[in-house]
């Protein structure tokens, strides 16, 4: 009942829709020492799994005012989920890797 | 709800697994043939120019000017501190010195990192709070523990002086005599001083006799994730991640710390972090660390081989090692192969007046 949505030729982002439920889940990878989508339109409520495609550690933060958080580091295969909860634009950002930055628009 | 959600995830991470399984190889560094100009191997070449900003292309005017500024003394406050003083190329552009020795000869708390390659970098400093070579250039004339430097004095001698008057007219016509066109050619002369052409280099364009067999032995081991795992961080083609880690130095830990890259962006992990720095020409750079605090390449390889120091807060990239002593000495014969013979350097003639 999940259906996996390529945002992009490269499938680098997937839009799982969890049935009828009214939130949905993305998924960012981080690949390549870059994130798999520059930017990234969701709703409010929605949640972003962002998941570590490299075979080294990278950060998930970000210091927006809309919503600050900070993923800690982890490696390849594992994954970190925010939901967003405001209307905004959130900055999203790897700490390790300064050129590793993406953009969530989050809408009402 | 909850379950369909958990779903979802196992549903993701398997798209995941697929996508890796397809396309994972080829720019991971597993999966590389270690001979001679292998293609699987031409990443670690770099571009034969470095970039450059769209409104400051090297001249050769703008490269001479720049020469003569990074080795005139007359930028520093007391006449006596260059831009070479600390990037000496008798010391591969560093210091040789633990940490550098700034104004009044005050000991600094940070190394003078090379300039070779800065070029190349994505991000400047330990700490990375400077973008670029031109965003670098002003802030050790403005740092009052540097070269101090009395702008309204410089220039009004710059200005002056016919020599620099007319050189800054040739690099920079129209565009005056300022802060600006003073990083520019700075920046312009920066970008010449580039090592692509060390027996590294060479061995990766196909030359088989460039590098010895301990060399090669080297190299295989700073890719091999099971062994030195060192290329994760220092990266093709210019040995830099243009990354952020903690490598447990002996000097982290405590309140007294250096906070590194945290004090730019206060994320936890960025505690004691600091820019992975290029190790090309690095043979010539010693000490190293940007604490100084590694004698010779032995020793930063023991440092690794340790995992570290101070545990606190390490990258969990950085795990203790699994070398013999013989695997060490390849992994230093290797960094010894990424010194380029350069041509001398001549010294500019600085205009009296
Ligand atoms: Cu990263």
């Given amino acids: 009942m999940h259906a996996i949505v390529k945002l992009s030729g490269a ?61 800690g580091s982890y490696p390849k295969g594992e994954f970190k989920s925010v939901t967003f909860d405001k209307a905004g634009k959130v900055e999203v950002e790897c700490a390790i890797h300064p050129s590793m930055m993406m953009t969530i628009n989050v809408e009402e | 709800m909850r379950n369909r959600t958990g779903a979802a995830r196992i549903h993701a991470l398997a798209g995941v697994m697929v996508l890796v399984a397809a396309a994972g190889v080829a720019r991971g560094e597993t999966g590389l043939v270690f001979e001679a100009g292998h293609p699987s191997l031409q990443h670690w070449l770099l571009p034969e120019r470095p970039p450059y900003p769209e409104d400051n292309e090297p001249t050769p005017e703008r490269v001479a000017l720049g020469k003569m500024l990074f080795f ?49 970098n994505t991000i ?56 600006r ?77 250096d906070p590194g890259r945290y004090a730019i962006k206060p994320v936890k ?18 000490p190293y660390f940007h604490d100084g605090s590694a004698r010779t390449l032995m020793e930063v390889v023991e440092h690794y081989v340790k995992g570290g120091v101070v545990r606190e807060r390490v ?10 002593a013989r695997e060490k000495q390849d992994l230093v014969a290797f960094m010894e192969a990424l010194t380029t013979r350069h041509e001398p350097v001549t010294l500019p003639e600085l205009p009296l007046r």
């Fill in chain 2, 315 to 324: 990258s969990p990239n950085i795990r203790p090692l699994n070398l013999t």
């Fill in chain 2, 72 to 120: 005139d003394p007359r930028l520093s406050s007391d006449g006596n501190m260059s831009c070479a003083s600390c990037h000496n190329p008798m010391f591969g552009w560093s210091d040789g010195l633990p940490t550098a020795r700034g104004h009044k000869s005050m000991v600094l708390g940070r190394a003078s990192p090379t300039v070779i390659n800065t070029a190349y």
């Fill in chain 2, 269 to 286: 992990i960025l505690k004691g972090a600091f820019k992975t720095p290029t190790l090309r020409d690095v043979a010539l750079t010693a």
């Fill in chain 1, 11 to 71: 499938a680098v982002a997937a839009l799982l829709l969890a049935g009828t439920a009214m939130a949905a889940e993305y998924e960012v990878g981080q690949k390549n020492k870059a994130f798999t989508v520059k930017e990234l339109t969701v709703k409010v409520g929605d949640t972003v799994h962002f998941t570590n495609q490299d075979d080294f550690f990278h950060n998930v933060f970000s210091l927006s005012d809309l919503k600050t958080f900070d993923l």
């Fill in chain 2, 124 to 179: 400047q400093m330990w700490d990375g709070r400077k973008k670029d070579l031109e965003d670098q250039a002003i802030g050790p004339m403005e740092a009052s523990v540097e070269m101090n430097t009395d702008f309204d004095r410089l220039f009004r001698f710059l200005n002056n002086n016919q020599g620099y008057s007319e050189a800054f007219a040739r690099a920079y016509p129209g565009e005056g005599i300022n802060k």
């Fill in chain 2, 181 to 257: 066109t003073l990083a520019k050619a700075i920046a312009s002369y920066e970008r010449t001083i580039i090592s692509n052409d060390s027996p590294f280099d060479r061995w990766i364009r196909g030359d088989a006799s460039a590098m010895t067999e301990q060399q090669v032995r080297g190299f295989r081991i700073f890719v091999d994730p099971d062994k030195g795992n060192c290329a994760i961080c220092h990266s093709a083609p210019n040995f830099t991640d243009n990354g952020f880690h903690n490598l447990g130095l002996a000097s982290d830990g405590g309140e007294s710390a």
